[in-house]
């Protein structure tokens, strides 16, 4: 028998593939989903009613559902309704990651829109600023400070979701763990090993939240 | 000719304004006039409306019934029914020649002291970013800030902000200046720094309008002081008028409860 050491090195190269595929997935669909999430969020908040109506619509059918079936509708059932829209399972991923994320990412965007002091926003109209540029220029930078602690747990939560992939056959980092298990039937040590590296990710993650958190703090 | 012709009118007027907020009656029918180049003193206990008519005067809150006019022409006009008011393009505009001065300074804490003033300018005043900067540091040094402008809101002490704050809102050269309740916010011992500026602001020639608690300050700056309650305008006058002779019974409880005791009030007093 190896002893656990030697046997993780062997097939750690591997999973250091499949954990490539998950940093991936979560990081373009972090990125996707706050740009879309912001402007979501920033709709939720608009005084036209037909957006914010809309925005709101959008959050509640997406974190009304689960992700697992948000992930299956966009790669299995999509391709049924159209061929066209027929993804490979990388593609298919961000698709329904991005999408769920920027449901969550659009309530935090409005939570701390909505937490900047209405102060600044009448000193900017009392300067002569439009409602559009008190937005962009004073309220909306504070808020992005602000929000950036809350999108990083988001990260973390992603990288842990991400998980779900191996559902529709993207060798992630769990799907990676799988397939070696059924060449050598290790299931506590790769279990174990993939564990690490989903720890080892995430913790990062939170090291990354924690320094900007500190560095946000200052100006407050 | 024209310049004969505005001269006639006060700079900013009220006329019959009406403010409620649900079923609080803020303002209840109010007229006031501004002339250019006049300090006008609201004082009043909290709650007797100076600071809405502060934020009416530049449609921080719309008013319910009556008329605001600006330099002769009207800015918004409530009747029955009738709304007239500037075009959103229009009101931004009038708000750059209203400089206001917040309580609690509603300083921009994300950018520096100098951004916090050039910012307006370069954007709203399409000021070159350099005569903006120069703009900036000469106001601070007025001010007694000249150091100052690389800080961050948050490293500089309420007295401070609360001049940058004026600095702000002076940069854009409004006509009339709005100070709702300035010192406040403040520590005592910062409050001076304040007044001085807006002392020196006053000797310049500024139109101002200041709600203000400071009466040692108001009869000092002031050309007429208005005393409010509920709502109304109860006696103005000027400021012996007002703190020494007040006519009134609810202006005499009012002064009794915030002037010293060695101040006398008139025939009054107990000495």
Redesign the interface.
Known sequence: MDSFFSFSIKYLPYLLEGTVVTVEVAALSIVIGSILGIVIGIGRVSQIKVISQSCRFYIWLVRGTPLLLQLFIVHFALPAVNPILTFPPFVSAVIAFSINSAAYIAEIARGTIQSI?T??N?????????RK?AMW??IF??AF?RMLPPLGNECIALIKESSLVSTIALYDLLRTGQQVISSTYRYMEIFTMVAIIYLVLTTVMSFIVGTIERKVSL?? | MTDEIQLQFPILQFKGVFKSFGENHVIRGLDLNVDKGEVVVLIGSSGAGKTTLLRCA?L?VPIDRGEIIYSGSPVIHVNEGNSNQLT?KEL??Y??E???V?Q?F?????ISVRKNIT??LE??KKMDSNAAKEKALDLLSWVGLKGKSDN?P?QLSGGQKQRV?IV??LA?EPTVMLFDEPTSALDPETVGDVLDVMMKLAKKGMTMLIATHEMEFAREVADRIIFMDKGVIVEQGTPQEILNRPKEDRTREFLSRVLPKHHSLGENSED
């Open positions: 002091d102060g600044q009448e000193a900017a109209r009392s300067l002569g600023f439009s540029e220029l004073i930078p504070q400070r100006y407050e | 530049n921080l959103t931004n505009q708000r750059t209203i400089g206001f917040f609690h509603n300083l921009f804490p994300h910012l307006a954007r709203i961050f948050s704050a702000r809102a854009m």
